[in-house]
């Protein structure tokens, strides 16, 4: 018979499902069941076979009723009065003597989603946790957070969750593993299940019997322990010891989290923990599943802003395979970086430099920014090396290694001559957008040291009406003229058609405004265009931003083996502003009843660092870290103390903006990605007192004022001036270099 939908063929197999002599014969009877399945799949409305389906399940053939039990739950929420026919039947399975069959009614009773099925499944549940089966036993245990579930806002029931509770000591592991996962479920608006000392040792003597999956749950539970002693800590991490030496990376990877949490107050052990795991992160970064190796990447480069040369004897690890996809190449890149040092140096640039050359034009800019970057530690030999590849002419190469250099002589100016020699001749090879404006940029910063500079941004200008790119003119008209104070003879005749032509045929705005900004600058005089234009053109101290100090394991161990390290903190973070937060492992709860905040960090981790001069009294705590939950808590229980608005220039680079507040102890909480309009982003800090500071920034659109509301957990007008002219300092100098 065709595979048609329509009338036809729901008529054919009502005839086949009541037909005596099919009926009779077990083969012919399945056969015609599983027809009805693959019409269902195939989209064909068979909710009018309901009646004969369900009279198909009361049969002693096992694989039929599955099959039936899989038809009557996707259309039970079509046919709520039919399905009504089939709970009498899955109520008799649920006494039947077959396990299997037990089992198989009640996760049929369970996922049937109609309105009213809560009575029905109650007293069958209660039975279930009672059967002597454990596969009874695992299904009845989930059915019991599906049944809670469907009862949306309702009461939890308490006798159920004691029986849950009393089931944690079951004989049978997947029944325990069920029961925390079914208890965190029915208790989330409780905060989960609870963790007390008995529950956690005997889930602790119950580890050797669990499986992998089993093991990394109850060892994300543990997490919620915390042992009471010193000698009950290390106990239980003596019990856990052989997990770290599990052929399981997620038993590896929940064990090692395990043991950073509870060993917090014990850096050495945390040291010694993660010397372990390199073992283990290395053979899952080679793995052949890509989705493990590219998630190891990620921890192996959070591992490395606590300890940066943990795996610089294996760089070898993390060259580069030709079969590999793009990301996992450019996450090895990233961490080839962070790996480099004297006695490696030569080989990961050799590696790099092979990568240069690669088809994947993504793949070849990735690896010439990652030499750029090495070069701020080994200048030479990285412009050594970024010089030869300028002489191969290809486009996208000498793009990238313009823009690397036009970052090296801003933050490593002794190699600005270096850089000054490779430039002439890549005019005629570069056509994208980022390649010109750093060439450009480079030709008017530093143009007194290139001799062919107005000749090369005159034939720029000859071109202007035919450049796309509205950001290039605007480089332009800065470039030519700062080199027209230094080279003003040869650059006055070039910049005098370029400010006529934008002033007088440019159809954008913003360079027509640019044109006239320089136009009416000008006029004003030399020496003003000076002290406007001509700032320092490089800044070493910058480096002090873009370097990553180390940070102590304590600050990210509680994002260890979740999906932070793999979106990014902050990317993470806005993923999540809206979701129930998980569990938090460093700091306390806050009662956004309470406008005396307690402090969120312990007595013994209070390093007191005074964060700005003029900021009076004022001192913030580093590394306190507020989760989304928490903050969100404060943020509505708190009034607006104080609102400003700071000018702003140009689009925001949240990268730039992150690390210059975390300079001065400030902690991002969420904020946009570059380019999203509305900007927004929430802060949040503590003074040495335990007095919150919580801010919301927001730019409406580019080129407009950022206004700040600032909301204070006590009402202190002194430390507000103070955290205010902090924060004031710190936007206005990023906003400075943004522009």
């Known amino acids: 018979m065709p595979y048609l939908g329509g009338e036809e063929v729901v008529r054919e197999l009502r005839r086949a499902l009541c037909n005596p002599h099919v009926q009779a014969d077990r083969t012919r009877y399945r056969n015609a069941v599983l027809r009805v399945i693959r019409h269902m799949a195939q989209g064909v409305d068979v909710s009018g076979l309901f009646p004969e389906m369900v009279k ?9 009723k599955k099959l039936v039990s899989l038809y009557v739950r996707a259309q039970a929420p079509r046919q709520p009065q039919l399905a009504l026919l089939a709970i009498n039947t899955l109520r008799k399975d649920c006494a039947h003597p077959s396990p299997a069959v037990r089992g198989l009614a009640l996760r049929s009773m369970c996922g049937l989603r109609m ?20 596969y009874v036993r695992r299904v009845a245990v989930l059915g019991c957070a599906k049944m809670l579930k469907l009862q949306g806002d309702c009461e939890v029931d308490g006798a159920l969750v004691n029986e849950l509770y009393s089931l944690l000591r079951d004989p049978d592991p997947i029944v325990v593993v069920n029961c925390l996962r079914a208890l965190e479920e029915i208790l989330k608006k409780e905060g989960g299940v609870v963790i007390n000392k008995p529950i956690a040792h005997h889930l602790l003597n119950r580890m050797a019997d669990l499986d992998q999956w089993g093991q990394s749950e109850v060892l994300t539970f543990l997490l919620r322990y915390k042992p009471r002693t ?19 990376p997620s038993v590896v990877m929940a064990a090692t989290k395990l043991f950073l949490v509870l060993a917090r107050e014990y850096p050495h052990v ?8 390199k073992g283990p992160l290395l053979s899952a970064c080679t ?82 920014f990652a030499i750029g970057n090495i070069a701020r530690t080994y200048t030479e030999q990285c412009v050594g090396i970024l010089t030869e590849l300028l002489r191969l002419q290809q486009e996208h190469i000498t793009s990238a290694v313009i823009q690397a250099f036009r970052d090296l002589v801003w933050l490593c100016p002794q190699c600005t001559d270096a850089v000054c020699r490779a430039l002439p001749g890549c005019e005629d090879t570069i056509q994208d957008s980022e390649g010109k404006q750093a060439l450009i940029w480079l030709l008017g910063t530093h143009g007194e040291k290139v001799p062919n500079a107005p000749y090369v941004l005159e034939d720029f200008v000859e071109n202007v009406k035919s450049e796309v790119f509205p950001a290039v003119k605007m480089e332009l008209l800065t470039a030519l003229v700062r080199l027209f104070l230094s080279r003003p003879a040869e650059c006055q005749d070039t910049l005098g058609r370029l400010l006529h032509f934008c002033i007088e045929e440019e159809m954008d705005m913003a360079v027509r405004d640019r044109g006239l900004f320089y136009y009416r600058l000008l006029q004003s005089g030399v020496e003003q265009v000076k002290r406007v234009l001509c700032g320092p053109k490089s800044d070493p101290s910058l480096r002090l931003l873009e370097d990553k100090t180390e940070q102590p394991v304590n600050a990210w161990a509680s ?17 999540t502003a809206h979701q129930p937060a998980e569990p938090s492992y460093t700091c306390s709860r806050i009662d956004s009843s309470n406008r005396d905040t307690e402090s969120l960090i312990s007595e013994e981790n209070k390093e007191v660092l005074k964060v700005h001069p003029d900021a009076g009294s004022l001192t913030l705590i580093p590394d306190v870290y507020l989760t989304a939950e928490q903050f969100e808590k404060t943020w509505l229980s708190l009034n607006t103390d104080w609102c400003l608005s700071l000018p702003w ?21 969420a904020m946009s990605k570059a380019g999203v309009q509305p900007w927004k982003a929430y802060l949040s800090a503590q003074d040495d007192a335990g007095c919150l500071f919580l801010t919301e920034l927001l730019l409406e659109a580019a080129d407009s004022e950022m206004q700040v509301s600032v909301k204070q957990s006590e009402a202190k007008p002194e430390a507000m001036q103070a955290f205010i002219s902090v924060l004031k300092t710190v936007m206005g100098t990023v906003a400075g270099l943004e522009s």
């Open 287 to 368: 793995s052949e599943s890509r989705e493990l190796c590219f998630t190891a990447l990620c921890h192996v480069r959070q591992i490395l802003r606590s300890l940066p040369g943990h795996f610089s004897s294996h760089y070898k690890k993390f060259f580069c395979l030709y079969s590999e996809p793009h990301y996992i190449k450019c996450q090895k890149m990233n961490v080839l970086c962070e790996l480099v040092n004297d006695e490696n140096v030569q080989q990961v640039l050799e590696e790099l430099k092979s990568y240069c050359t690669d088809v994947s034009i993504e793949l070849a800019q990735g690896a010439i």
């Open 559 to 575: 994002e260890f083996n979740t999906l932070a390290p793999v979106y990014g903190r902050e990317r993470w973070a806005l993923v």
């Open 270 to 277: 945390q040291a010694d923990v993660l010397v372990r795991v």
């Open 649 to 669: 220039c140009g689009a925001v680079h949240p990268d730039t903006i992150q690390t210059a507040l975390h300079v001065v102890h400030i902690q991002t909480i």
């Open 230 to 248: 010193e000698e009950e800590l290390f106990d239980i991490l003596n019990l856990l010891d052989g997990c770290l030496k599990s052929s399981s």
């Open 115 to 134: 309105p009213g099925i809560q009575e029905y499944l109650q007293q069958p549940l209660l039975s279930g946790l009672r059967d002597k089966a454990s």
């Open 56 to 64: 198909a399940s009361a049969v002693p053939d096992v694989v039929q």
